[in-house]
């Protein structure tokens, strides 16, 4: 079966510090995994996608394919992060499977 | 203002209605989603269409019907044999299938 897992459901951080948000996902074949965002008051929207292998807004993640993770990262928090961040995963490019998402919180 | 529209955002029915939350969407897109949302847990896929005229069921299907009759809109119908649905729903779509996907404001429906 296909699964996404976010084991944070919230994530605090100073602004300024480093974040990482955690994303684990099952699937026996070759995912496509993406990271949407939603701020508040705003749509969900693409954040990243990983074959786009490229930085948006200054985060980053990498697919793992052995530990099967697919973390967003930033080297230095800022106010305007706090969000609720979604992965998910596309097994067969029709459909997307999302995890249960985390909430950022970025402290001044 | 191109983009996804949903509504109502807010919509509440009585037990045993048929309610209808519309979908419309301004984009060109050949592929459209509906996602139901409850507290602490992920989007999960209701139905899905790739092109005017077909749809799939998606992981959750029982007591929703969708149509695809135009290629603007899909409209999702949550039935009186769906047994528990007040939740958080939200439209999405995508130039196709295999593309990233745009989304709606969603609607949240309550039961009275």
């Known amino acids: 079966a296909q699964r996404v897992t976010q084991p944070e459901k919230l994530l605090s951080v100073f602004k300024g510090a480093p974040v990482e948000l955690k994303c684990n996902y099952s699937y026996s074949g070759s995912p496509e995994l993406f990271w949407y965002v939603q701020y508040s008051r705003q749509r969900l929207q693409l954040l990243l996608r990983?074959?786009s292998r490229e930085s948006i807004k200054g985060f980053t993640a990498d697919l793992n394919k052995g530990e099967t993770s697919f973390h967003l990262k930033k080297p230095f928090a800022q106010e305007e992060d706090s969000a609720m961040y979604y992965c998910?995963?596309?097994?067969?490019?029709?459909?997307?499977?999302f995890g249960a998402g985390t909430i950022l919180r970025v402290k001044s | 203002d191109g983009g996804i529209t949903q509504s109502p955002k807010y919509l509440f029915r009585k037990e045993g209605q048929n309610v209808t939350l519309s979908c419309e969407q301004n984009?060109?897109?050949?592929?459209m989603y509906w996602y139901r949302q409850d507290p602490g847990q992920g989007l999960r896929l209701i139905y899905y269409s790739q092109i005017v005229n077909d749809f799939q069921k998606g992981d959750i299907a029982e007591g929703y019907s969708v149509s695809r009759e135009k290629k603007e809109s899909f409209p999702l119908t949550v039935t009186s044999a769906q047994k528990n649905p007040t939740a958080f729903y939200l439209c999405g779509s995508s130039i196709v299938s295999n593309q990233p996907q745009h989304f709606g404001d969603g609607t949240r429906l309550s039961i009275l």
């Open positions: 984009l060109n897109h050949d592929a």
């Open positions: 990983h074959i």
């Open positions: 998910a995963l596309s097994p067969q490019g029709n459909k997307l499977v």
